[in-house]
């Protein structure tokens, strides 16, 4: 199945997180972490962030009021610039298996930055944008 591939802008984005080997069952746990330190997820933005290094990062747009040291998070930052972007759409997890083989595409719609992260930007239960950063598009 092909999704329709756009180009997007992304600006910088600080992000609290809690870190997970890619590719594992570390990853559902760290996702559920991540939300109970949080408490209430009403008006968060969540993103999944991976390169090559082999870690998933479970994240969370930081905002005013975050104390991410008493929350017990990791800090960071996901870098911004031009992203191709797939929107996979239907109810989680269902939708998980979709995530590889869309990648898979965006990989072969145009050169990866290998200097900055995938992204999955989760934005509804039932929408997930996915991002493969673009060779000089920093």
């Known amino acids: 199945m092909q999704l329709p591939v756009r180009r997007v802008e992304r600006i910088e984005t600080p992000v609290m997180f809690v870190a997970a080997k890619d590719g594992s069952d570390e990853i559902g746990p760290a996702w559920d972490h991540l939300e109970t330190v949080l408490g209430s997820l009403r008006g968060r933005r969540f993103l999944g962030v ?7 990062r479970c994240c969370v ?3 005013a009021g975050d104390d991410v040291d008493q929350l017990g998070l990791e800090s960071g930052v996901v ?6 972007c797939a929107t996979v759409r239907g109810p989680q997890p269902a939708a998980y298996a979709l995530l590889t083989p869309t990648f898979e595409q965006l990989r072969r719609s145009g050169e990866r930055d290998d200097t900055r992260p995938s992204i999955e930007y989760y934005r509804r239960h039932d929408r997930i944008d996915l991002l493969m950063p673009l060779r000089g598009g920093a």
């Open 50 to 56: 991976f390169d090559d290094s082999g870690i998933y």
């Open 79 to 84: 870098p911004g610039g031009q992203y191709l």
């Open 61 to 63: 747009q930081v905002r």
